[in-house]
């Protein structure tokens, strides 16, 4: 079970955290970083032979891990980068095939329930269907949640179980030391398999939280296949709109760092207590 941490030490691992991405960034002058594997595949500065202006593109390529300045061999592009694109598409493939670590669930208490959405192929073509908990998840939740919990913490795999994987351990942590120092309560927390973010709004019809925070894996791309969302809602019920949504996004070791981005959540949720509101109209 978790055992919560004090302030001051939360505090010092979140600025121990923001050093190392800072002396990444000062090293970034001759590599992108990457949450990725490393194979070899990202040490060139910049593959353009004699580019006019070489300070502005290092700049460039310092500056986002995003495919520019790629160069070519006659008409394809360089071995190197063509592996660097395979690799990366088959970790996206991967984070939305996974399933999440039953150990790491288990490790913070996290029961499963599921949405209606059956199976991966469904999930990507129909996303209504991974907004309805199944009646055995309800039966679950009902049985086993605390009812109008102030503060309700849902963790989801998305599309990417390696985004839950990777980051739950900082996240979950700092959210919850973060929540306790400012006094807020928290209900039962539990794991959606196969949900989509408007899940929170049935999840809201049978738990009635103040505020609802999904932990959700992200649509992966070709930079990063780890990076999660915090959805945060005050009183999500059926019927919420989007801009009723508040969100954290990139959580990762090359985007925001976990521990920081958790320890954040908590201060947006105080906020949306105290203002009773989300989304677009809270003032932040």
């Known amino acids: 079970m978790y055992n919560a941490v004090p302030l ?30 490393n194979l070899g595949l990202d040490t060139i500065v910049s593959p353009i032979p004699n580019p006019k202006w070489a300070e502005g593109m290092n700049e460039l390529l310092a500056s986002t891990p995003a495919r520019i300045g790629v160069w070519r061999v006659g008409t394809r592009a360089l071995t190197k980068e063509v592996l660097k694109f395979r690799r990366d598409h088959a970790a996206a493939v991967d984070s939305i ?4 670590s039953a150990t790491l669930l288990e490790q913070f208490g996290l ?9 991966t192929e469904n999930y990507l073509k129909r996303p209504d269907m991974g907004r309805v908990v199944t009646d055995e998840g309800i ?10 919990p102030q503060v309700q913490i849902v ?9 839950v994987d990777a980051n739950l351990r900082d996240v979950y ?7 306790a120092s400012y006094g807020l309560s928290t209900g039962t927390p539990f794991f959606v398999r196969g949900g989509r973010v408007a899940v929170m709004d049935h999840i809201g019809d049978i738990v009635q939280p103040d505020v609802l925070v999904l932990l959700i894996g992200e649509r992966p791309g070709l930079v990063s296949s780890q990076s999660l969302s915090a959805y945060m809602c005050y009183k999500p019920r059926k019927g919420t709109v989007e801009s009723d949504r508040t969100v ?33 109209h809270l003032d932040i």
């Open 248 to 280: 954290i996004s990139n959580i990762h070791r090359g985007g925001t760092p976990p521990l920081e981005g958790g320890a954040h959540i908590g201060t947006i949720v105080k906020k949306m207590l105290e203002q009773q509101t989300s989304g677009i």
């Open 97 to 100: 095939y996974g399933e999440a």
């Open 8 to 37: 001051d030490q939360l505090v010092d691992r979140v600025m121990a955290e923001l050093a190392k991405k800072l002396a990444l960034s000062k090293a970034a002058d001759t590599a992108v970083p990457s949450a990725e594997p």
């Open 111 to 119: 029961f499963t329930v599921e949405t209606r959405y059956e199976n």
């Open 173 to 179: 942590p700092a959210l919850l030391d973060s929540l």
């Open 139 to 148: 039966a679950a939740i009902q049985a086993r949640c605390k009812f109008k």
């Open 155 to 163: 963790v989801s795999d998305g599309l990417s179980a390696n985004a």
